[in-house]
């Protein structure tokens, strides 16, 4: 990445390079990181139960694939995979890893929502986001910017507002599906993302949550906190991604 990259830049895009990146800093092409924190198992009310997770992140193409234990109940855990992998969406749940109790995958809808997360996540990777890497970036005001990626027959454009320090704050999705009593229901929906450490050159998030956007107030579903991250750039040879 160089500082010349970013002169066309919306100023708020800008601001985050530059405090999120040095000038020369190579580019990510994956990450290994693992996060442990609270899931809600309720569509309407509370019921957090702890998760810890492993996940697999590639630039080159798009994707990533998430494994998380869900702490049901003491011996009782709920393994669920969640992936995005050469354009398709992966939804897979199972109690004890034996009962299936979420299937979903090959859809336009379930890969679109895949790809959604991917660029959510991505300032835990933050090269990804750079110009050079597919990101059309689009004005909005002082602190927030739209972001727009392709990947093969998807187009999805993402809100990023960002803090007083220029890292990024929220990204947000104006629809993504929730299951709601056995149904899909176009909601807003919103990951936030703070307490930023300095990993590998750059600023990346270690605490974040991610939350549905009701009529009455966030309704927060996920609360995550990073116990480990590394990268492979692309000076390096990069690992391939696990099956």
Request: without cysteine; aromatic residues 10%.
């Amino acid at each position: 990445m160089t500082l010349d990259e970013l002169e066309s830049l919306p100023s708020p895009v800008r601001r985050y390079f530059r405090a999120a990146l040095t000038d020369g800093q190579p580019l990510v092409v994956a990450a290994r990181l693992q996060h442990v924190g609270g899931f809600n198992m309720s569509e309407t009310g509370e019921q957090w139960k702890s998760f810890s997770s492993r996940q697999w992140i590639a630039t080159r193409r798009p994707g990533f694939v998430w494994d998380g234990r869900i702490a049901l109940a003491p011996g009782v855990p709920v393994r669920v995979h969640d992936a995005y992998v050469a354009g398709e969406g992966i939804l897979h749940a199972t109690l004890l890893g034996l009962l299936s109790l979420v299937d979903m995958r090959g859809t336009t809808d379930v890969a679109r929502g895949e790809l959604m997360r991917y660029i959510a996540e991505a300032p835990l990777v933050p090269t990804a986001l750079l110009p050079s890497q597919g990101v059309r970036w689009s004005a909005v005001d002082d602190t927030s910017a739209d972001a727009t990626l392709n990947d093969g027959t998807l187009s999805l454009t993402l809100r990023f507002k960002f803090n007083e320090q220029g890292l990024v704050d929220s990204v947000s999705a104006r629809s993504r599906g929730r299951t709601v009593g056995g149904q899909v229901v176009e909601t807003p929906w919103q990951g936030r993302w703070w307490r930023y450490e300095r990993r590998d050159g750059m600023l990346v998030p270690t605490e974040g949550e991610v939350a549905w956007l009701l009529p009455e107030g966030p309704k927060p579903y996920w609360r995550g906190r990073l116990q480990q991250i590394s990268y492979d750039f692309e000076s390096s040879r990069s690992r391939p991604a696990p099956n």
